[in-house]
């Protein structure tokens, strides 16, 4: 009998963004100590990197609070945009529920 395949686990912008700090403040070594902290793969790790473009896990642990300050906007711009991307989409299934009425 085949076994049946886990399903993978979703992490949320802010669980990412938790992860993803913690990395940073660790510096050498912060991925490997977040892998077995959080439970996330190293590959899952790498990918959040490349879609961030490497922001802040690029910024050397001593930078600038204004630089890393700028990094978290862009972020919280991001997941903002995506939140109201998500809620146009519940505005219109809303309008064309109404119309039904």
């Known amino acids: 009998m085949a076994k049946a395949k886990k399903k993978a686990k979703r992490y949320s912008a802010s669980e990412k963004k938790e992860i993803l700090d913690f990395i940073s403040k660790e510096g050498r070594g912060g991925q490997t100590k977040a ?5 996330v793969t190293a590959a899952t790790i790498a990918s959040w990197k490349r879609k961030d473009g490497g922001s802040p896990i690029t910024t050397a642990k001593g ?9 978290e906007l862009a972020s919280l711009l991001k997941e903002i ?7 146009a989409k519940l505005k219109s299934a809303y309008q064309k529920a109404k119309s039904k009425l």
């Open 81 to 87: 945009a995506t939140v109201e991307a998500r809620l």
């Open 63 to 71: 930078g600038s609070k204004e630089l890393r300050a700028v990094e």
């Open 35 to 39: 892998v077995a902290k959080y439970g």
